[in-house]
């Protein structure tokens, strides 16, 4: 499987007081195409920059960002904007889903950018709500739906853009565990079936065993770097 991912010797600081503080220290990695990446790490050791920094969101302060041959830490705001939302799928914490719009609204205001054809749009967000569980429920409002079912509905709506790479910033941290795990099989289940790239950052260690590697954070740098034993691919890394 070709690389899809390169981060090359990435840092980012802050300046909150006189001394920068290193949020990223010197992360160099690379993910495959196909690949269930997730890095874990404690709150504060940098997992949220890290991934925005991937998603073009924030630059580094130093270092260097490839998906495929584009290099995004060279791209203009406005064309990361719009690299992002043709190839990059983003699910949050929170869902961030819009409260007035139904479950299959808010999938097809995903690709409302890609596909103007009202019977095409409605058949694409059709086809990743079925893919999420949520058949039957597309006409119902956020309100209307739990937590873990809300999170199936942003996860339909990052994938119906058909990206490159979902990203996902703790898509269980405001779920029980029980949900929590639903949610990382699910993700495990749509990599294994489409063969989208994920990459997911969490605290949760537990999520791990979804993974293909676990890139573990810690005060910005990688302390190690598993491979889960279910993993699909020889165990070299
Ligand atoms: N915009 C910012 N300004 C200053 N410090 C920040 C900013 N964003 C994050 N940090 C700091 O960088 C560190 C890493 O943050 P973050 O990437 O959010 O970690 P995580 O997602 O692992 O909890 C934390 O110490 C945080 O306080
Ligand atoms: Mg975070």
Redesign the pocket.
Known sequence: MGELVRLEEITKE?Y?GPRA?K??DDVSLSFDQGEFIIML??????????LNIISALIKPTSGRVFIGDSEITALSDDNATRFRAKHIGLVFQFFNLFPALTAIENVEIGVALKITERDLLRTRALKYLEMVGLQGMEDKFPDQLSGGEQQRVAVARALAMEPRILLA?EPTGNLDSETGQQIWNLLKDINERTGTTIVA?T?WGEASSNADRTIH?RS?RIDRITKDATAKGDANF
């Open positions: 802050y909150t503080f949020a990223v790490g404690p709150s504060g050791s940098g997992k949220t920059t890290l910033d950052v605290h954070l910005g």
